[in-house]
């Protein structure tokens, strides 16, 4: 863990209140309010267009709040103000290199920008931890997309921040790579005790990375979940079929069931005992040919809660 850092002293790391973004008529970002301790891994997850860049943005004071306001590692965030950036590393949407200079030229400007002392040690440890060592040589422009957003990720730490704000960070990258930068992630959160930011559209993804999802909307935030106990939200059904299920359909109502189209139970005494659902099928001569719990799968929830699901 890092030494005690004054201005994250116990308190959250970001704590934001009523921050809101209008563009026009569009609320970008409508009244949220949230707060991040320090340590813990807190990600935004929704739908293109939901806010997650724009809100972002106002936390890392690149554009100025309609309303509302943020503190990040103990300060006020304000347009232009820097104060928390030497202890924060960030990714914004486009992955942003010099397409001229290599890998190793860019991270190596970075390191200046950011002052740190011994540059090239900084340079050579963060293109080892980010596996970029067979493309150092190479012109960002020549650079795959994947590679492209490693090397933003290698700028967002190259001084070991304590916090990481990172935009969709997986975008562009192929599957090894995604699980490349989860365990990335997740040993920094370990390791070091970073606070880590993170925004995506990939329910599953954000899920794995564990700790704490908020899931924004339409500029607003709809709900918080533990990753880990995201499980209790989502839907379960217990799906039947026999060889007349007219008749099944009947007896199961006769049982005190409530069987949907398809002779889906939602029932919560059929869930907890399927069993009980087959024998009363049996004795009834309409034995079922299926009998199985149906699980919402995590992008079936988002898209339920969102609204914007068929189930
Ligand atoms: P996300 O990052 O979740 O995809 P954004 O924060 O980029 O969402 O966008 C949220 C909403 O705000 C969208 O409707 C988008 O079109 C709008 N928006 C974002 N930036 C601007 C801007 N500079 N001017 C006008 N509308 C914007
Ligand atoms: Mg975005």
Redesign the pocket.
């Known amino acids: 863990m890092k030494e005690h850092l004054p201005g994250s002293a116990g308190g959250p790391v970001i704590e934001v209140s009523g921050l809101t ?1 209008r ?2 008529d ?4 409508d009244d949220v309010g949230l707060s991040v301790r320090a340590g813990q891994t807190y990600a ?1 997850l ?12 106002m936390l890392l004071g690149m ?1 100025t709040p309609t309303a509302g306001s943020a503190r990040v590692l103990g300060a006020a965030v304000t347009a232009g103000q820097r104060s928390a950036w030497a202890r924060t590393g960030y990714l914004v ?1 486009a992955p942003a290199a010099y397409p001229e200079l290599t890998v190793r030229e860019n991270l190596h400007l970075y390191a200046r920008l950011r002052r740190l002392n011994h540059p090239g040690r900084h340079v050579e440890d963060i293109i080892e931890r980010l596996a970029l060592a067979p493309y150092a040589d190479r012109r960002a422009r020549t650079l795959s997309m994947g590679n492209l957003q490693r090397l933003a990720l290698a700028k967002a730490l190259i001084h070991t921040p304590d916090l990481l704000i990172l ?2 960070p997986v975008n562009g990258l192929d599957p090894a790579g995604v699980v490349e930068i989860r365990t990335l992630l997740t040993g920094l959160a370990h390791q070091h005790g970073t606070t880590v930011l993170i ?1 995506s ?1 990939l329910l599953a993804e954000v899920a794995r990375l564990g700790g704490r999802i908020a899931i ?1 909307h ?2 607003r935030l709809l709900a918080e979940h533990d990753a880990d106990s995201l499980d209790a939200h989502r839907r379960r059904h217990l799906k039947v079929a026999t060889r007349d299920d007219a008749t099944a359909h009947r007896v199961l109502r006769e049982h005190g069931y409530h069987p949907e189209p398809g002779l889906l139970l939602t029932d919560q005494r059929a869930l907890a005992r399927p069993e009980q659902v087959a024998t009363v099928l049996v004795k009834a001569g309409v034995p079922p040919t299926e009998l199985h719990l149906v699980e919402e799968d995590l992008e079936a929830y988002f898209l339920r809660i969102v609204g914007v699901g068929h189930a």
Not at 26 to 29: F, H, I, S, T
Not at 46 to 57: E, F, P, Q, S, V
Request: proline residues 0%.
């Open positions: 973004k563009y026009g569009v609320l970008a970002v935004l929704g739908l293109n267009g939901a806010g997650k860049t724009t809100l972002i943005r554009i949407e935009d969709e925004s559209h924004l339409q500029g």
